[in-house]
């Protein structure tokens, strides 16, 4: 049974810094692009950054490239996202995803989602 279990989230003023963790268990976490993804309230899902399995290359949406930087850790399992200059405009509930095995597309083919993991941001 695949699993992805976000941490990391809280309540930070702006212009502060976060570092979001993805721990996931039950796949071939080296096979798997990982993406993260928030949805704020009222508003839709949106993508915000990806890492692909084969060559850890990274994808970024325009709304925080240069901002925030996603990594991952094979040997753990476990995919970050770092987020600097943190706005309220970042406020959502952020999730990890984890791709079909061997996908190569960035922001879509997500087969698992982990429950969320919220952030704040205060102005």
């Known amino acids: 049974q695949v699993q992805l279990v976000e941490s990391g989230g809280g309540l930070v003023q702006a212009g502060e810094s976060l570092r979001l963790s993805c721990a996931a268990s039950?796949?071939?976490?080296?096979?798997?692009?990982m993406g993260w993804f928030r949805q704020a309230p009222g508003k839709e899902r949106e993508f915000v950054a990806a890492?692909?399995?084969?060559?850890?290359?990274?994808y970024y949406a325009d709304s925080v490239k240069g901002r925030f930087s996603i990594s991952r850790d094979n040997a753990k399992n476990t995919v970050y996202l770092q987020m600097n200059s943190l706005k309220p405009e970042d406020t959502a509930l952020y999730y990890c995803?984890?791709?079909?095995?061997?996908?190569?597309?960035?922001?879509?083919?997500?087969?698992?989602w982990g429950q969320g993991t919220q952030v704040t941001v205060s102005s």
């Open positions: 995803a984890g791709s079909s095995p061997y996908s190569m597309e960035y922001t879509n083919n997500y087969k698992y």
């Open positions: 039950g796949l071939m976490f080296r096979t798997y692009t």
């Open positions: 890492i692909r399995w084969k060559d850890s290359s990274t």
